[in-house]
Each structure stands twice: as structure tokens, then as C-alpha cells.
């Protein structure tokens, strides 16, 4: 719920990539697949690129901030391991916010290997941060596992004052190396129909998705296939803002909506990244005020160990 100091303005936060590390629990069984190679980067790069202390001062600053809301987009992991996503749960329930003000998506280290995407861990683990206010629509009654790797939980919608959550998974497991993502077309169709529900209407519409929906970067390996698709879908119902993650930088871009309505699409960095000031550990705030949102990113200064606000930019 809005804070009643706040006036009319709803308070956002976006934070995503965080790569927890946790290998308690996990068998030498776990690692004969894809995770072999995964945990060597693991090792390797990841333990040196992200820090968990700087999750821990993003944390302490994030609650400094007292959002409303939380968005996570995902990668909560490296290799899919359930030691991994307790460390994000534990994280998260010191966040100082109740369960039903926090919006959880998963990314693609979420689901690295099919055999955990079929298990459904993620979801059972999570569960309290991906209820669904339109479970009762149609068009989430007519889920069920469509093609392979499908995910039929999503999207779900949470009405949270005047804002419209909608997370999407785009996150599968790939079968290869790539790290790239897919909606697909039965997630899509039902993206759509909750989109222009009536719950919907007047309410600021949030996308949350792991991967950037426009093309980023080159390499096809890591984007999101069915970004076009996507982009046709947002054209016909549109959205008032879309939130992603994965290429552990800030991105601004947008996607037209209906009549050729700008709908702002804006990546997050990394909330453990240890890099310079540019892509240093960071989150993002939204001031959303009906169709008025303001974008601020507060990001880790290393000389003094804090974090602070190091964009102000108005999107709509
Ligand atoms: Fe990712």
C-alpha cells in the first residue's frame, strides 16, 4: 500500500541479476549436466564480478528508500540451485516489506536445467511473490503446458493501488549454451488478453520480464526470440512501462503502443555487480504518479561505501 506521506505518488523499486551464491544442500549429481561448466564460471568469474556484500548495502539502502513496491527480474541464481534461491529468500524477507508488496520473475540462470524448470522448484519456492489477482480470467484457466518449456504460472497480474504488475517469464532452459530467452506463443496470447482486461483499466500498467524485449546487444544467443512478437502484442493493448534485466547494465529504449504511444522499457544493472561507476552495483526507484513516472537509479559509490542517487530522468 501507498504510503500516506507520499501524497499521490506510488514508490517503485526495480532490482535484478543479483547471482546469490548457495551451495548448501546441493549432491555431486546436481552438477552432471549443464551446471559442470557453470559452476567453473561460477568460480572463476562470477565470485570476483559479484559481490554478496554489496547485496547486503543495497539492501540497507533499499529499505532506507521504503518503497511500496518491490520488482525482482530475475537471475536470483547462477546454475538453478535451491541453496542459491534461499540465499535471494533470505535476502528478500530482510527487505522490510510484506510478501504481497514484492513482484518476483525468474531469469535464465533460474532455469538453467530443464529438469528443475519441470519440477517447478522456482515457482513452489517464490510462491509468495507471484500470486496472480486474475487467476479467475479465462485466459489464465486456459494455461496448461503448451509447447516445450512453456510456463503456464505466468503471466500473473498483481493490482497493487493504482499499478498493474504483469510478470512474464521469458526464462527457459536452453538445451545449449546460449542464455537467450522466449516467451512463447500461448504465455503471449494470454499476456494480451490480461493486459486489456478490465481489472487493467486506469491502472498503470507494469511488464516485468527478465530479458531486454528490444535488441540490445548483438549476439543472438543471449536475446529474447520472440521479442517481435512481443512488440505486436504491447502495439495492439500497450503498457506504461516495461522492466528487464540480464545485460547487467542500465538500458532506456521504448516500444510503441497503441496509436504510437511511447511505452518506456528500461533495463536494470546488476545489484551485486563489482565493476566501475557505470555499471557498479545499482537499483532503480520509479516516482509513479498516475501517468507521470519519474526513473531514478541510486547506485554504489565505492570510496564511500554508500549508495546513491546517480540519475533523475523523467519517462512519461
Ligand atoms: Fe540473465
Redesign the pocket.
Known sequence: MRRPDRGATFLLAHVT?PHFRGFAGASPMDFMNKRALGTLNLLVNRTRKHKMELLEALREDLRAQAPDHLALT??FANVSLPGEWRAALAWIDRCGLEPAAISVIP???DAYVESVVASRAFERLFAAYMTNDLAHHPAAASGGVADAGERADYPYVQIRDGVAFVGVSSSVATGDSG?WGRIGDEQLARLEAMLAAPELAGKTRVVLI??PPVRQKHGEDRNLRDRAALAAVLGRVGADLVLH??DHQDERSELGGPGGKPIPVIGGGSASYTGGPERRSRYNLFEVEGSRITWVTRAHDEPSDTFREVRREQLA
Open positions: 541479476d530475475g537471475d531469469g535464465n540462470h542464455a527478465h530479458h534485466g540480464h
